[in-house]
């Protein structure tokens, strides 16, 4: 049996560009940029006003205002720069519009009053000059989106703005999640006494949603034929598939068989960690297919899913997933044999996280519990108090 850490560099050896491709901008939130992102213009473009108000000419802000401005016009947003004829003059402008010629300071209107023509100023002096100035937040051409990053709303705002109405995005592999077991029923059906519905695909399936992937789902009975004719469908078909159950040692856990006679290449059965130990993982040389196998419970399926697919998928995209840590709120025994993914929850006064009471790996209603998974790892000493770990969040 191998460790954690050698499991995982088995996985991400196995990692895979699957090329790119162009997206419009509404399709591309939460996939991977695949080329760097520049400012095609300065940013802001021009000297913009930051207040609603009136423009006027003062050289120095330490300078005493005039009592007052006649107004020459006025400055909208939207509207090609106007220039102030007259020094002592002003005009009035808009928030966002360009910074009018022969201008450099705004008096917001709550500091001016105006009559007849005339802007009365009943401040002394100006409180600052209120203007963005072209190109102090990106110069044209400033790297402002890396390759490699995921696409989160208010990037998309940043693509809109530099003009990207397309995309070059990373393709995301194809994937099948595949359930297996006779006891499982679809949701919709009345469960007898032996039976349960199945809930580990719709888990992966939704957790593959949140990564912008719709992946296929399928169901296979324990039959070591049936097993073996429709996987090899599916190993021919998808660049992925994601597997739940039939990895152990029970009588109907053919998978590892089924795998072997279909000339797949085993890299690892087994990891020395609770839950999720009896993982299983490889790929098809000839059809470049990578076959996650997570042994059944449901806590184990979700628990390798978010630590070694989560990793592998974001390292194929050009990204790297990373977890936070937080500490431990409470010592705990050292475990010599194996590491943990204990189920946690968080302390919000002090954001450290203790261990939640459940019944092992198969109770999935643990999971609305806990705010996730403390990774503790193989040691013989204790875990101490205020040791930090790495977390991997369910939230
Ligand atoms: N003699 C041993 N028995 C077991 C060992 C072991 O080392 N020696 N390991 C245990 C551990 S740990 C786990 S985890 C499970 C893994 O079992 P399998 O991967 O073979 O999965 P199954 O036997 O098919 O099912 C286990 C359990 O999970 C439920 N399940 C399966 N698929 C789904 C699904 N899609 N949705 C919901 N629940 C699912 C299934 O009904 C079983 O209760 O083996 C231990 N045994
Ligand atoms: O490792 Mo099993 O995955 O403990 O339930
Ligand atoms: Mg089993």
């Known amino acids: ?18 090329g790119a491709e162009e997206v419009p901008l509404t399709e591309a939130v939460g ?19 930051m207040m609603d108000g009136i423009a006027i000419q003062l050289k120095d802000l330490n300078d005493p205002l005039r009592p007052n401005y ?54 002394e002096k100006a409180i600052k000059r209120f203007v963005h100035g072209q190109g102090s937040d990106s110069p044209k051409g400033t790297l402002v989106l890396q390759k490699g990053k995921k696409i989160h709303p208010g990037d998309i705002g940043i693509l809109a703005t530099v003009g990207k109405s397309r995309v070059e995005v990373a393709k995301v592999p194809t994937l099948a999640i595949i359930s297996t077991g006779d006891e499982l029923i679809e949701i919709d059906e009345k ?10 695909v719709y888990n992966l399936w939704a957790s593959l949603l949140q990564e912008g992937i719709h992946a296929e789902r399928h169901h296979i009975i324990d039959d070591q034929k049936v097993l073996q004719t429709q996987l090899k469908i599916l190993v021919q078909k998808f660049d992925v598939l994601l597997l739940s159950g039939g990895v152990s ?17 085993k890299l690892f059965h087994r990891v020395a960690q609770r839950p999720g130990k009896p993982f299983w993982f490889g ?3 000839e059809f470049n297919t990578k076959i996650f196998a997570y042994p059944g419970n449901p806590v184990s399926t979700y ?28 010592e705990m025994p050292g475990c ?22 459940h019944n092992g790996s198969g109770d999935l209603f643990s999971l609305a519990q806990t705010a996730g998974f403390l990774l503790l790892p193989q040691r013989e000493g204790v875990y101490r108090k205020g040791e930090r770990f790495s977390f991997i969040t369910i939230r």
Request: hydrophobic share 40%.
């Open 1 to 18: 049996m191998i460790n954690i850490q050698k499991a995982l560099d088995l996985v991400l050896s196995q990692k895979q560009f699957y």
């Open 303 to 330: 628990v390798n899913h978010l630590f070694y697919f989560k990793q592998w998928l974001y390292a194929s995209l050009g990204n790297s997933w990373t977890f936070e840590t937080k500490e431990l709120g409470e």
């Open 249 to 265: 040692m029970g009588k109907f856990d053919y998978l590892p068989t089924v795998f072997e006679n279909l000339g797949v290449q």
């Open 191 to 200: 469960p007898l006494a032996h039976q349960i519905r199945k809930s580990n």
């Open 70 to 123: 006649p107004i020459q016009g006025i400055q909208a947003a939207g509207a090609p720069q106007m220039t102030l004829k007259a020094p002592d003059h002003c005009l009035e402008v808009m928030t966002g519009a360009i910074l009018p010629q022969g201008t450099d300071t705004v008096i917001p209107y709550e500091e001016v009053e105006i009559k007849e023509g005339t802007a009365y100023v009943k401040i």
């Open 31 to 49: 996939r991977f940029l695949a080329e760097d992102i520049f400012t095609d213009r300065d940013a802001p473009p021009f000297d913009r006003v």
């Open 336 to 357: 010599p044999n194996l590491a943990r993914f204990i189920s946690v929850n968080l302390n919000s006064e002090n954001g450290r996280v203790l261990p939640l009471n």
């Open 283 to 285: 790929y098809h040389e």
